[in-house]
């Protein structure tokens, strides 16, 4: 089983449309990230959140962070063609140096 | 200044064959780290150098894979002998001294060993 569980694996919508990626996991963590990774390239960091209930906003970007910091979630308002990627969470569990991985959403945005 | 960079970008070998991976991380970056992400898996963590010592190799699947950083600089993952299921992508990330501190990615090495 994996440590981090995000949904959905695959979302298509249509231009204009909002979508929301879920991460949720068992354990507490330090610190959870958004990651976007476009393809031949390395994840990019888009965010980090750290206290719990946080809620933080990139342009048309909002990230949440669960109360209890065991879940994020990511939304997309108006979402445009350039949002096209596949979109990672991952954190830094208590006491852990290493980054664990969701699976990652891929997203496709039709103009 | 220069990202994390990874070469190659690509290698295709054959079964029994020994390849050599290659990460340059951030100048100044204490943290290393190797990740590996098989096809239709998520992104796994392999292992993690301070400097030149080796943290935390929890993640490395068996004794074929052998890591090295020295003088705390860039780092070399090696496959001897590879296998079938040792095929994916392989990523470096670095980060400053410190917990939870910003993790940069290189751009991956495909592996592919047929």
């Known amino acids: 089983t994996q440590l981090l569980e995000q949904s959905p694996q695959f979302l298509s919508i249509q231009e204009g449309e909002n979508l929301t990626v879920y991460c949720n996991s068992s354990s507490v963590f330090s610190s959870l990230q958004w990651y976007r990774q476009e393809p031949g390239e390395g994840p990019v960091l888009l965010v980090t959140v750290v206290t719990g209930g946080e809620v933080k906003k990139l342009k048309r970007l909002t990230f949440q962070f669960g109360d209890a910091r065991k879940d994020s979630s990511l939304h997309i308002t108006a979402a445009q063609p350039g949002d096209t990627g596949l979109y990672l969470c991952?954190?830094?569990?208590?006491?852990?140096?290493?980054?664990?991985f969701g699976a990652g959403t891929t997203v496709t945005v039709r103009a | 200044e220069a990202g994390v960079t990874q070469f190659p970008s690509h290698s295709v070998i054959e079964k029994g064959q020994t390849v050599t991976l290659r990460c340059d991380p951030i100048?100044?970056?204490?943290?290393l780290y190797w990740y590996r992400r098989v096809m239709g898996k998520e992104i796994k963590f392999l292992l993690h150098?301070?400097?030149?010592?080796?943290?935390?190799e929890s993640g490395m699947p068996n004794n074929r894979f052998l890591a090295e950083r020295t003088g705390g600089t860039y780092s070399t993952l090696k496959v001897q002998p590879a296998e079938l299921e040792d095929s994916g992508v392989y990523f470096c990330a670095s980060s400053q001294q410190g917990k939870n501190t910003e993790a940069f990615f290189g751009q991956g090495t495909r592996l592919t060993v047929v």
């Open positions: 100048s100044g970056h204490d943290n």
């Open positions: 991952a954190g830094y569990r208590i006491n852990d140096y290493k980054l664990s």
């Open positions: 150098f301070v400097k030149e010592s080796k943290q935390d």
